[in-house]
């Protein structure tokens, strides 16, 4: 492929997003979901079986994943369409982007309505914003009900609140934001894994394990952030021994286990992302030097063993089951996240970044993404959270360190 320059590639990346906007306008804000297989009462059942007697289990969910597979439209006969937080947040923060990026008002209105959307939609039930997944999620713990906050969702809202602030100044977003640090703080339980790092829940049900690696990796940029934006030692504090414990639970090559319970020991590529995504968020509000040495060990092995042949991301460097597709768009997503948010200091990430950018098979004639490449073909079902909401927001953020070469420095709330 021809390389482009970097005008030339800002342009083109801009019109593949504006082909999206006009893609989003028509087709709505609903859409069906990676989990839409597993969300009704026949899949939760399956998958429930699945985790206590695997052999039967694996019978029962054969039929949703040979869809998945060969036929993943038909995701829409096992649960309905639905709107999601996390891919609500991620629409909020493209298009905030975007308006800065085109200074044109009406990308600031739709940001905007994508954060009101979020107040109506909050988790009930708790003192503090907070929001989770809209469908009952069958765990090996059991049933998580629908709107269980999540960890791993409610950083992205605050992070759309505060770009929004950060163009408007509304005092009503920078509360939602001090709410939302204050549920990050309260709500979550922690397990002690050495003297100054603690891991903490997935979700703040009681019993609820602790152990995954990027939900702790979450809360300790949440909690960064607002200690700054706040200035709350208290938020610091414990967003120090969860970011201590990140650090810890990396291993000697450089990778991230999904979980340090000793059973989910895979290695996938955007949880992957997610970890070093927060660390380099964090490594720019602070300086930490342990952010930095680990994340240039994560980098080293993130590019040995995360890409193909073909220099594209691959979903596993080690796998934890059977997979029927080939490439994720949620993968490319979190890699231009991440290669953005290092821009600079990685010449093999930069070439990579640029590589994937460039990628043209993703975008279909209606403006819409493919969510996944099969190994025969390809899934065209759009899915908001998996990860219609995730690549559009990487490309306006690509658009936007286009824009600003200073991207890489923090924005820091300017009281007014």
């Given at each position: 492929m021809m390389e482009l320059d970097q005008n030339s590639r800002a342009d083109?990346?801009?019109?593949?997003?504006?082909?999206?906007?006009?893609?989003?306008?028509?087709?709505?804000?609903?859409?069906?979901?990676?989990?839409?297989?597993?969300?009704?009462?026949?899949?939760?059942?399956?998958?429930a079986l699945y985790y206590k007697k695997p052999l039967l289990g694996t019978l029962a969910v054969a039929p949703m994943i040979f869809s998945e597979a060969f036929v993943p439209s038909a995701?829409?006969?096992?649960?309905?369409?639905?709107?999601?937080?996390?891919?609500?947040?991620?629409?909020?923060?493209?298009?905030a982007f975007l308006h800065r990026v085109t200074g044109r008002e009406e990308f600031y209105n739709r940001a905007v309505h994508f954060l009101q959307v979020l107040e109506d939609t909050r988790s009930p039930g708790y003192e503090h914003y907070c929001w989770g997944y809209p469908f009952h999620w069958e765990t090996r713990n059991g049933t998580m009900r629908a709107g269980t906050p999540l960890i791993t969702t409610v950083p992205y809202v605050y992070e759309a609140f505060l770009q929004v602030y950060e163009i408007d100044g509304n005092e009503r977003?920078?509360?939602?934001?001090?709410?939302?640090?204050?549920?990050?703080?309260?709500?979550?339980?922690?397990?002690?894994?050495?003297?100054?790092?603690?891991?903490?829940?997935?979700?703040?049900?009681?019993?609820?394990?602790?152990?995954?690696?990027?939900?702790?990796?979450?809360?300790?940029?949440?909690?960064?952030?607002?200690?700054?934006?706040?200035s709350e030692p208290k938020y610091r504090a414990v967003a120090d021994?969860?970011?201590?414990?990140?650090?810890?639970?990396?291993?000697p090559d450089g990778s991230w286990y999904y979980s340090t319970d000793g059973e989910r020991d895979f290695v996938d590529h955007f949880h992957t992302c997610f970890v070093m995504k927060a660390l380099a968020k964090i490594e720019g509000l602070t300086g930490n030097t342990k952010c930095t040495d680990s994340i240039e060990r994560g980098v080293a092995y993130y590019i040995d063993n995360l890409f193909d042949a073909e220099g594209l991301p691959k979903p596993f460097s080690r796998r934890p089951r059977l997979t029927v597709y080939r490439r994720e768009l949620y993968d490319c997503a979190e890699c231009v996240n991440l290669a953005v948010l290092l821009k600079g200091r990685f010449p093999k990430l930069d070439e990579i970044l640029d590589r994937v950018v460039d990628q043209k098979d993703w975008q279909k004639p209606d403006g819409s993404f493919r969510a996944r490449q099969l190994l025969i073909g390809w899934d065209n079902t759009p899915m908001h959270r998996w990860a219609q909401s995730q690549f559009f927001r990487s490309l306006c953020f690509f658009l936007y360190q286009e824009k600003h070469s200073n991207v890489e420095q923090p924005i820091l709330i300017e009281r007014r």
């Open positions: 083109e990346v801009q019109s593949e997003v504006l082909r999206f906007v006009n893609w989003l306008d028509g087709y709505g804000e609903i859409s069906y979901d990676h989990q839409s297989y597993f969300a009704g009462d026949f899949g939760r059942a399956a998958k995701r829409r006969y096992f649960f309905k369409a639905q709107r999601f937080p996390i891919a609500d947040a991620h629409y909020a923060m493209g298009f977003w920078l509360e939602i934001m001090r709410s939302i640090a204050e549920h990050a703080l309260h709500d979550y339980h922690e397990i002690v894994t050495s003297p100054d790092a603690s891991s903490c829940s997935y979700n703040p049900e009681p019993g609820e394990s602790c152990g995954v690696v990027n939900a702790s990796a979450y809360r300790a940029f949440l909690l960064t952030r607002a200690s700054i934006d706040f021994r969860n970011l201590n414990f990140v650090v810890e639970s990396q291993n």
